[in-house]
């Protein structure tokens, strides 16, 4: 599979799809920028009046509802809406599920819309699962991600997307294959919306890439092993926030292939 995950990565450099983020205003700068170094073009819109014309002109879509209000709430929905008419895959990332009641409705609301893929730490997706015996620290983890796999099971099964538990240990899990990553830096944890750039350069190769489950392993690893080089030459999560730019867009296959830690 190494060799697949690296042919995945250049299929995204070379048809650099563009992706529609409807994201949180903390991480919008981060996010554009992680899709750019990874060859990917990135658009921010939650205007109502545009979200039918912007799935028709983008590629794939990314919802995280990081900083919610119920104007963007009806963006997403719009944008789903349009997405699935024009077979646009869409990720959701379900920042800071479980901490309000407010939250967890929309979350219900927008599972049921089907996205491919689900993101997030292993206290989200065990609060999605309604699993939940953890807290949730803000946006933070509370759990381990080996501790939200049978809920990532559990959502894979109830709406056939690709689960992907992000920690210490990545796990991907969809009906075709179950892997964990043991790649990544915890300095990583140090800077804010790292999780997110993750889902929208998740969304940027389910654009490309049919094989879901291999899309959300080749995107995951990326990101992972991009930090995990760069914070080898780091002071502290200031310059290896630049650092991790440049490696995702400077990384050679010879990097990726010998950094790359995966166990099926």
Same mark, same amino acid.
């Given at each position: 599979? =190494? !060799? =697949?995950?690296?042919?995945?990565?250049?299929?995204?450099?070379?048809?650099?799809?563009?992706?529609?983020?409807?994201?949180?205003? /903390? /991480?919008?700068?981060?996010?554009?920028?992680?899709?750019l170094a990874i060859g990917a073009s990135p658009i921010m819109s939650h205007a109502h009046e545009e979200m039918v014309a912007m799935q028709q002109i983008c590629n794939s879509l990314v919802i995280n509802i990081g900083t919610l209000d119920t104007y963007w709430v009806k963006s997403m929905h719009l944008a789903i809406e349009a997405a699935n008419k024009n077979k646009n895959p869409w990720v959701l990332d379900p920042v800071g599920a479980g901490a309000t009641p407010f939250r967890d409705e929309v979350l219900s609301e927008l599972l049921n819309l089907k996205p491919i893929a689900i993101r997030g730490n292993a206290s989200e997706i065990l609060?999605?699962?309604k699993h939940n015996k953890t807290?949730?620290?803000? /946006?933070?983890? &509370?759990?381990?991600?080996?501790?939200?796999?049978?809920?990532?099971?559990?959502?894979?099964?109830?709406?056939?997307?690709?689960?992907?538990?992000?920690? !210490? &240990?990545? /796990?991907?899990?969809?009906? !075709?294959?179950?892997?964990?990553?043991?790649?990544?830096?915890?300095?990583?944890?140090?800077?804010?919306?790292?999780?997110?750039?993750?889902?929208?350069?998740?969304?940027?190769?389910l654009a490309v890439i049919p094989e879901s489950a291999e899309a959300a392993v080749a995107a995951t690893a990326l990101i992972s092993i991009a930090g995990e080089i760069s914070a080898k030459s780091c002071d502290g999560p200031g310059s290896l926030q630049v650092s991790i730019l440049d490696k995702l867009h400077s990384i050679t296959e010879n990097e990726f292939l010998k950094h790359l830690k995966i166990e099926n």
């Open positions: 599979m =190494k !060799e =697949k995950l690296w042919n995945h990565i250049t299929t995204v450099r070379k048809q650099s799809p563009l992706v529609h983020n409807i994201t949180n205003y /903390v /991480v919008m700068n981060n996010t554009a920028n992680a899709l609060a999605l699962a807290q949730t620290k803000g /946006v933070d983890s &509370t759990a381990s991600s080996l501790d939200a796999i049978d809920a990532a099971r559990f959502l894979n099964k109830q709406y056939n997307a690709v689960v992907i538990i992000s920690g !210490e &240990t990545d /796990v991907i899990v969809s009906d !075709e294959l179950e892997v964990k990553l043991n790649n990544g830096n915890l300095l990583m944890t140090k800077i804010t919306g790292m999780g997110c750039s993750a889902s929208a350069i998740l969304a940027a190769f």
